[in-house]
């Protein structure tokens, strides 16, 4: 399926997204012939009954509130203006809302898109990738928020492979991207873990190939390292522009307890990721 409908999610505190990150989305936008939307939230702080009868606490959560709508509307102002200048098909989507709820807001609106595109700050604790790719149903973009305000480039894309179903649900869901890429190297690590090898990664390229898409297979020894490790050193090595992979995590009390290399990668992502789940 084309990659026709994408969201862009905009933090507005405590820190707002840096405007490179617009840029990056409108440009894969633009690559895919695709609309975009821009959602942010004007974010409200709850305030614990007990505190509500002190003027200082309201006062400051009145001050915040205050502050992330100014930052939603900038946002949104810069997003408009990026996507006009690209003569995109865009909209914009205002919310409000108290702290918490904001990542089910925006699960909710990624659940009815193609792909959603959200953001890693230096914060990681402050970001709601985690939600969105584990409760969407849908393909998530993580895009650092340290990336330089650079177009979205797809000369070379690293596919990581391990027979699993996410891993599988990952190359499915990206395939119209690998079709824009120049190059595609889908890359096993070995002597990690066990992988079915009857089903190997060739077989991926195979099945690639019929889409058009040239493929690179490449077998890494992790010689001791991490998967999250060895991924890392292939994308350096081949100075990688995307990554294709799956998310793995398992719930604990409706919250995601992520998997190794899920989290290793999404701990500090040196490119953009695809992840699905």
């Known amino acids: 399926m084309a990659i026709k409908d994408i969201l862009l999610t905009l933090t507005s505190y405590p820190d707002p997204t840096p405007v490179s990150v617009i840029d990056r989305a409108v440009s894969l936008a ?13 974010v409200h ?51 409000r809302s108290v702290s918490y709820r904001v990542p089910g807001q925006l699960v909710a609106y990624a659940r009815l898109r193609d792909l ?31 990336e330089p305000r650079n177009p979205f480039k797809l000369n070379t894309v690293v596919v990581a492979w391990d027979f699993s179903r996410s891993a599988a649900r990952a190359v499915a869901d990206a395939i119209p991207v690998l079709e824009k890429a120049k190059t595609v190297r889908v890359v096993t690590v070995t002597n990690e873990k066990a992988i079915d ?53 398992h719930s604990r009390f409706r919250e995601f307890i992520l998997g190794g290399a899920t989290q290793s990668m999404l701990a500090r992502p040196l490119l953009p990721i695809l992840l699905s789940h």
């Open 45 to 95: 702080l709850e305030i614990p009954g007990s505190f509500v009868s002190f003027g200082t606490a309201g006062a400051i959560a009145a001050r915040e509130a205050h502050r992330s709508h100014d930052a939603a509307q900038d946002l949104l102002a810069a997003f408009e203006a990026a996507a006009q200048k690209a003569g995109l098909s865009h909209e914009i989507i205002h919310e």
């Open 197 to 249: 090898t009857s089903h190997s990664t060739e077989e991926v390229a195979k099945n690639l190939s019929r889409h058009g898409i040239d493929v690179i297979v490449d077998r890494v020894d992790a010689g001791g390292f991490t998967i999250g490790e060895s991924l890392t050193r292939e994308i350096a090595s081949h100075n990688a522009d995307l990554l294709v992979m799956g998310a793995y995590g």
């Open 30 to 42: 633009s690559a895919l012939d695709a609309h975009i939307a821009a959602v942010a939230c004007d």
């Open 116 to 146: 959603t595109i959200v953001s890693v700050p230096a914060s990681y604790d402050q970001w709601y990738a985690e939600a969105i790719i584990f409760g969407s149903g849908r393909p998530t973009l993580v895009v650092p928020e340290s």
